[in-house]
């Protein structure tokens, strides 16, 4: 079966400081993985993904994530966080069985303290 | 503009009572599909769908319906509503879907949410 854990439920950080956001994922197949962001009030939007090709993704806003196929790992990082990146960020994985589906984490939370 | 629209934003309805949720995508997308978000639980899929006339059950289709009758639009219907379905609705589409054994790469495209109430 496939699942995907985002081990935060809510994390908070201050400006300036490095943002961790982990992910793990469960996949009997070759997974593409995925990192949306929701603003409140807001749809979600690509941040980056992974498709088998550099394991260290960059995103927008200077996000980026690194796939660790040994840890299942794809956790979202950046060096400095700011005020507008208070959010919720989900992790998706993108598999292809015998019908396509697509899994989404239960999300983690982004509180920026100025 | 690119975008996926959805409507009604903010919906009360009553037990019972049939409605429909429009979406519409402009990016002649052949992929579109719809999620419920509910608090500690993500989004979960509940229809999808690769192309005209073809959908197919996400993981919590039970109480909708969906159709794809026009490559642009793919609507829900909640024949008859109950409190449980009370939700955040998004629409998605995508390009396409993924080659043969291959996951999907593209990326998916949100509408703007849909707060559904059901009394």
């Known amino acids: 079966a496939q699942s995907v854990t985002q081990l935060d439920s809510h994390v908070s950080v201050s400006e300036g400081t490095p943002v961790l956001l982990r992910c793990n994922y469960s996949s009997s197949y070759s997974p593409s993985l995925f990192w949306y962001v929701q603003h409140p009030n807001k749809g979600l939007q690509l941040l980056l993904k992974?498709?088998?090709?550099?394991?260290l993704v960059k995103g927008i806003n200077g996000f980026e994530a690194e796939f660790k196929k040994s840890e299942t790992s794809f956790h979202l990082t950046k060096p400095s966080a700011h005020m507008s990146d208070a959010a919720e960020y989900f992790c998706v994985v993108s598999v292809k069985t015998s019908y396509d589906k697509v899994i989404f984490g239960p999300g983690t939370s982004l509180s920026v303290i100025p | 503009e690119a975008q996926v629209t959805q409507n009604p934003r903010y919906l009360i309805t009553v037990t019972g009572k049939k409605l429909t949720v429009t979406c519409s995508q402009n990016m002649n997308h052949e992929y579109m599909s719809w999620y419920r978000q509910d608090p500690g639980l993500g989004l979960r899929q509940i229809y999808y769908s690769m192309n005209v006339e073809v959908t197919d059950k996400g993981d919590v289709p039970e109480g909708y319906k969906v159709s794809r009758k026009e490559k642009r639009n793919f609507p829900l219907i909640l024949e008859s509503p109950s409190p449980n379905q009370t939700s955040l609705y998004f629409c998605?589409?995508?390009?396409?879907?993924?080659?043969?054994?291959?996951?999907?790469?593209?990326?998916?495209?949100f509408g703007p949410g849909t707060r559904l109430t059901v009394l």
């Open positions: 998605a589409s995508s390009l396409s879907w993924g080659l043969a054994g291959a996951a999907s790469t593209d990326t998916q495209y």
């Open positions: 992974y498709t088998s090709a550099a394991t």
